[in-house]
């Protein structure tokens, strides 16, 4: 057998491309708005974790377009060595006061941010729990550690407490997701907080998804529930809310000068580009000082939720920004995901494995620009189309 044989036999993605039914990779020509051009088509984007709609905002742009003609467009090194700008420590204290924390330490990508700190943290006879909903790269993480990961269900907090006892030490890591991206439910992070001080267990949340959503001027999910201080360490991305790409840890000092020296994906990567740092700073300030931002975001996911409900879709435990429309088979999710964008909606389809067989969903996410006309443009469109399938 050939090492490449796997590659040659994987005809899957083939066969879709094939049948008209490949949602991946989709050519985008423009910047990601609400409104976007796809593939030559003019698309209206539902599909785009940019909650805030900062990645097109002129201040945020500029501020790259200034970084660019100050620094260059990269550091040329890792931050270990000769890739720390003093604006990469500037957005550090930045991210720390915002999330509440003592420090913070800037990641190239949210993957690494994650890959990076659970390595590093988790070591021989530690213990990771994890919702099985957690991000992939929470996952990998705790696979590259050498500690022992088990997982309890969905938000599932008897499930929880039996993965405690089967841990029955004092060196375990509970992470989750603060708002899980594909249910669009947010962590129960009360009970987490009760069941981690009653087992002696330590907490991490990555709040990819609810930076710029949940908590005071989007904080999070622990600002969200006033749990900050019991959160031990808070991760966070640049790619959705903070228009930009990269990743952070924010946690006591400690821990986070332990990472600075332990975590090798920090160290062995390359920095944040100076564009990317300059556009995050940025984009923080913008979400502070403009707080309606956050406000018409609450509105619209309010108003989706209701609409969606009332047509008879099934919108799962989703009560954020990001909607699931759960349809069942992917001959449903491709057929509707196909006519949507022929109709001239940009969705995400979601089928096997990233969901179990025959619960496929359409993931639909909201961005605060967004106007009420392209809202109910995009309802019409899932009101004929539900119909037309037989989904509603």
């Known amino acids: 057998m050939s090492l490449f044989d796997k590659c040659y036999n994987y005809q899957d993605a083939r066969i879709a491309m094939a049948e008209g039914y490949y949602p991946y990779f989709r050519e985008i020509t423009t910047e990601q708005g609400t409104e976007v051009i796809c593939n030559g088509k003019k698309m209206l984007m539902l599909g785009s974790n940019s909650y805030l709609g900062l990645t097109t905002h002129p201040k945020v742009k500029e501020a790259a377009i200034e970084a660019i003609k100050k620094y260059g467009s990269g550091c040329a090194g890792s931050r270990f060595l000769n890739g720390t700008l003093d604006i990469h420590i500037e957005l550090e204290e930045k991210l720390a006061q915002l999330v509440g924390k003592e420090a913070a330490i800037v990641y190239p990508t949210g993957y ?9 943290i988790v070591n021989k006879n530690d213990f990771m729990i994890t919702d099985k909903y957690d991000h992939a790269s929470i996952i990998d993480g705790c696979l590259l550690s050498q500690g022992t990961m088990i997982r309890f269900n969905h938000n599932d907090m008897a499930s929880l407490e039996r993965a405690l006892q089967k841990a029955n030490s004092n060196n375990c890591l509970i992470i989750v997701d603060g708002i899980f991206s594909m249910e669009g439910d947010i962590a129960n992070l009360p009970e987490i907080d009760r069941l981690a001080k009653k087992y002696g267990a330590a907490v991490m949340v990555d709040e990819a998804h609810s930076l710029g959503v949940l908590g005071d001027k989007g904080s999070g999910t622990a600002a969200h529930f006033g749990l900050t201080k019991e959160t031990d360490i808070i991760m966070g991305t640049f790619s959705k809310s903070l228009a930009s790409v990269g990743g952070f840890i924010a946690a006591d000092e400690v821990i986070i000068h332990y990472l600075k020296h332990k975590s090798r994906a920090l160290i062995f990567s390359a920095s944040l580009p100076p564009a990317s740092t300059a556009s995050v700073l940025t984009a923080v300030n913008i979400m502070e000082e403009e707080p309606e931002r956050i406000a018409r975001l609450w509105e619209i996911t309010n108003y989706m939720l209701k609409e969606f409900k009332a047509m008879g879709y099934n919108t799962g435990t989703s009560c954020t920004p990001v909607i699931p429309l759960h349809v069942g088979s992917m001959e449903v999710a491709f057929k509707l995901w196909k006519r949507l964008g022929e109709e001239g909606v940009f969705i995400n389809p979601v089928v096997p494995p990233a969901v179990p067989p ?18 109910d443009f995009a309802l019409d469109k899932f009101r004929t189309l539900g119909k037309e399938l037989g989904v509603i």
């Open 112 to 120: 690494q941010a994650n890959l990076g700190c659970i390595s590093a």
């Open 358 to 375: 025959n619960s496929c969903l359409i993931r639909c996410s909201f961005m605060a620009t967004h106007t009420n006309e392209q809202l």
